[in-house]
């Protein structure tokens, strides 16, 4: 079956800029996790949803950091004002359900602001 | 907050055994350790879960001592696919888990 898509796979945004990046989830899976993945260093959870609710926003490093999913599968994080220390590789990964769960990554959104 | 400790890189050989540690010193007691592995340009990938004593599938095993403070990852006869990250991950007590995954190991494997 389909694995975690996202998209854009790249995306090279002028500091200062929005942008947007999409996770489509596995068909079913209740749970969403969003990661940033610095070069040369492991995934760091930024967020996680249960269906459409945000549990866990602990980890995004500003306000200008913006994540949603509406209706409980697609999930949109929003970036505003871009910042050069956004580059960045943007992981999604969903899981059947709570807890230690195995996740299912997607391949991320290579981001650079320059 | 249960956190790990592994070694930055490891190298090996096509055909050795490989095994990377981790150390969980303050593991809680309905924690999970989890490995995952992960290419360049890829997402992190499950290998292997386990809770204690020995977990094997196709692809690894896992060895859990009883204090359950360390676990290491086992690749029988590596090959040069099998060059990538290895995060060990340990589940967060209070039914919350937050998924830390630190730096891995990053292992080499040399023809």
New interface residues.
């Given amino acids: 079956g389909a694995g975690v898509s996202q998209s854009p796979r790249y995306k090279v945004a002028k500091r200062g800029q929005d942008v947007a990046l999409r996770c489509d989830p596995i068909s079913g899976h209740v749970s969403l996790f969003w990661y940033q993945q610095a070069l040369g260093q492991g995934p760091e959870f930024l967020t996680y949803f249960q269906n459409e609710a945000q549990l866990d926003k602990s980890g995004l490093p500003s306000d200008r950091f913006f994540a949603e999913r509406p209706e409980g599968s697609v999930s949109t994080l929003k970036i505003q004002r871009t910042q050069q220390e956004d580059s960045a590789v943007y992981l999604c990964a969903s899981s059947t359900s709570m807890g230690q769960e195995t996740q299912y990554f997607g391949p991320g959104t290579r981001l650079l602001v320059l | 907050l249960a956190k790990t400790t592994q070694p930055i890189s490891m190298d090996s050989y096509e055909g050795q055994e490989v095994n990377i540690t981790c150390s969980h010193n303050n593991i809680a007691t309905n924690?999970?350790i989890?490995w995952y592995q992960q290419f360049p340009?890829?997402?992190?990938?499950?290998i292997i879960?386990g809770y204690k004593t020995k977990v094997t599938n196709e692809v690894a095993s896992l060895f859990i001592p009883a204090d359950r403070k360390s676990s290491t990852l086992s690749l029988p006869r590596v090959s040069l696919s099998d060059t990538a990250?290895y995060?060990c991950l340990v589940?967060e007590d209070g039914?919350?888990?937050?998924?830390?995954?630190?730096?891995?190991t990053s292992l080499i494997v040399h023809p």
Avoid at chain 2, 95 to 103: D, E, K, L, M, V
């Fill in positions: 924690d999970y989890t340009s890829q997402g992190p990938r499950f879960q990250v995060y589940g039914g919350s888990y937050i998924p830390t995954f630190g730096r891995g």
